[in-house]
Every structure is written in structure tokens, then in C-alpha cells.
């Protein structure tokens, strides 16, 4: 089992930054693939960005590439992703997710944080 748990969101102005964290317990997530995901209110969970554990290999979705940057520390067992130039369609419910294998669909993903708020106002 792993246990996720995001930090981090909140009320932010469009162009702010903002810096997500999913902290993982219960085991190493070794040879496993992490991933953000959003959900707006009445749209479908979309996938943000993901990130191998053991290696540096990332993918982002094309809506953030550029503007945000997934990264995961090894020593804290938690993976970041830094959000710059916030747009209002960014706003949404990320959460983290832990996978076997590197994938943008929701239901390749076993494991799931509870999620953490993120707006962004014009």
C-alpha cells in the first residue's frame, strides 16, 4: 500500500506561481511512476504531468508544458510539481498518483492522494 498526500494549493492571481507537493508513505516507490492530475468542477480528471521515480524521465500534458515542472526528491519521498504563469483554466483539484508503468490515463493508477485546491483568480 501507499499513502499520498498533497500539499500545497490554495488562492493564487493569474501569472502567480505556485508549488504542489505529494508527500508518499507506506512504501518506497521504487521501479513506480507518479503523476498529477486535475479535475475542474464538471469536467473530466485530466492528466497534468508524470514522472518516473527511479529515473529523470518526464511527460507533461501540451496545456501546461513549459509552464510547469515535475520533480521528485528521492530523500523526502515526495514529488513536486512547481506551476508558473497560472492561468484561470488551471484551476482545478490536483492530485497525485502512483502507477507501475509511465501513463496519462487516470485508470492505469492505483494509488490516489485526496486531492488539493487550486484557483486561480482573474
Known amino acids: 500500500q501507499v499513502q499520498l498526500a498533497e500539499s500545497g494549493g490554495g488562492l493564487v492571481q493569474v501569472g502567480d506561481s505556485l508549488g504542489l507537493s505529494c508527500a508518499a508513505s507506506?512504501?518506497?516507490?521504487?521501479?513506480?511512476?507518479i503523476g498529477w492530475f486535475r479535475q475542474a468542477p464538471g469536467k473530466e480528471r485530466e492528466f497534468v504531468a508524470a514522472?518516473?521515480?527511479?529515473?529523470?524521465?518526464?511527460s507533461y500534458a501540451d496545456s501546461v508544458k513549459g509552464r510547469f515542472t515535475i520533480s521528485r526528491d528521492k530523500a523526502k519521498n515526495t514529488v513536486s510539481l512547481q506551476m508558473n504563469s497560472l492561468k484561470p483554466e488551471d484551476t482545478a483539484v490536483y492530485s497525485c498518483?502512483?502507477?507501475?508503468?509511465?501513463?496519462?490515463?487516470?485508470?492505469?493508477?492505483?494509488?490516489w492522494g485526496q486531492g488539493t485546491q487550486v484557483t486561480v483568480s482573474s
Open positions: 507506506g512504501r518506497t516507490l521504487s521501479n513506480y511512476f
Open positions: 514522472i518516473a521515480w527511479s529515473g529523470s524521465s518526464t
Open positions: 498518483a502512483v502507477s507501475w508503468f509511465g501513463s496519462n490515463y487516470p485508470d492505469d493508477y492505483d494509488y
